[in-house]
């Protein structure tokens, strides 16, 4: 909720707002790779940010770029910097119409442990994996009294780079180069108001996993199409309830004939609730097919649900818990995943330039892959100063 007297000015650039911001952090990390071995490290972080908002009668345009950096005190290995970039443009065409246009950037880096098992052991990776991804999305919306009709499409290309691998016995690097892919997606939507600030909608999309590689390093054609069709509830912004509600279908057909198709009920949700002016609840779930690298496996089914709260303690006090589960069933292979992650944080907003913040997080994987378990759990001190 706005704070006037603790949210930052801003600089006025003629019609738009430049707000700048540098995060300086120090935390520790009790399992640095992600295994069994449990080994922990000092770390460091800076993350210089900057927003920019218009502030025009029609249209807006709201631009992000940032990046965190991380310096380990032992474990340098694991040293990295990501950075990412989202601009953000809706054109209102004449009443009722407008046009969204999305473009985001991103250089970033996987946890340890995602496809390969965490730590250095022979042929593991040397460092996190690093990628980029590089997006454009795009909707055009036009309303007719209580009905909303909307069309749009998404582009999204991911590159994986290769890494040294530890004490290699076939190749010195490990090939990433088959996990390049592009993917493709479109929709329509059809919502219709049935009171103030609540819709009911139906919702089609097709959608297309094109992989650079032919085949990948195991011999597999990873490529695939799919097409899902749901319905459900959205609420507007009001003083209780926003955000929205949904079933529905998917089905995922894939080009090597070593897969299965994958028809799954899929749903989700993503809401925020208000119960009183000093508390918000968030509650976000989905249920989606994804891809995956694992040998043999076309994707696992990722059933997942969040919950978070937000309490104001006192006007410039603010305190958070995170609760989440996800299951991720490997389709085609033996493998089943269950991670439950939490966290706690408090913010203290000391002014408009200054605010301190100290939070803890918690990730546990229970997987009938051995190799996979692990649980780790991170602390973080820092302090941001904007304007």
Known sequence: RPRPEYDAIGIRLGSVFLYPSLTAGLGYNDNVFNNSGKLGDYFYTLAPALNVQSAWS??????????????????????????????????????????????????????????????????????????????????????????????????????????????????????????????????????????????????????????????????????????????????GMTHVLTGELFAGYTQRTYDDIAFDEGSQFGFGAGLKWFPSMLTTVSVDAARTIEDTSITASSGYLSTRGQLGV???????????????????????????????????????????????????EYTDRSSNAAAFDYSSSQFLLSITGKM
Do not use: C
Request: proline share 2%; net charge negative; aromatic share 10%.
């Open 58 to 235: 029609r249209h807006a345009l709201n631009l992000a770029i940032g990046s965190k950096s991380y310096w380990f005190s032992n474990e340098e290995s694991e040293n990295r910097t990501d950075w990412n970039f989202d601009g953000s443009l809706r054109l209102d065409v004449m009443r009722g119409t407008d046009i969204k246009l999305n473009v985001h950037l991103a250089d970033l880096h996987e946890a340890r442990g995602t496809e390969l098992p965490g730590g250095l052991g022979p042929g593991a990776a040397t460092e996190p994996t690093s990628y980029s991804r590089t997006g454009f999305s795009g909707e055009f919306g036009h309303t007719l009294n209580r009905l909303r009709l909307s069309v749009g499409g998404a582009w999204d290309v991911f590159d994986y780079n290769d890494v040294d691998v530890v004490l290699p016995a076939l190749s010195p690097t490990l090939n990433n180069d088959d996990r390049d892919r592009t993917d493709t997606s479109a929709f329509v939507k059809a919502a219709y108001e049935v009171s103030d600030n609540t819709a009911l909608f139906v919702r089609g999309r097709v959608e297309g996993h094109d992989f650079d590689a032919l085949v990948d390093d195991d011999g597999f054609n990873r490529d695939s199409s799919g097409w899902g069709i749901d319905g459900g509830v959205e609420f």
């Open 310 to 360: 937000d309490h104001e303690l006192l006007r410039n006090v603010i305190l958070s818990g995170l609760l989440g589960y996800q299951n991720a069933d490997y389709l085609d292979v033996v493998r089943n995943d269950d991670i439950l992650h939490g966290g706690l944080s408090g913010r203290y907003l000391v002014n408009q330039n200054l605010h301190f913040e100290a939070g803890w």
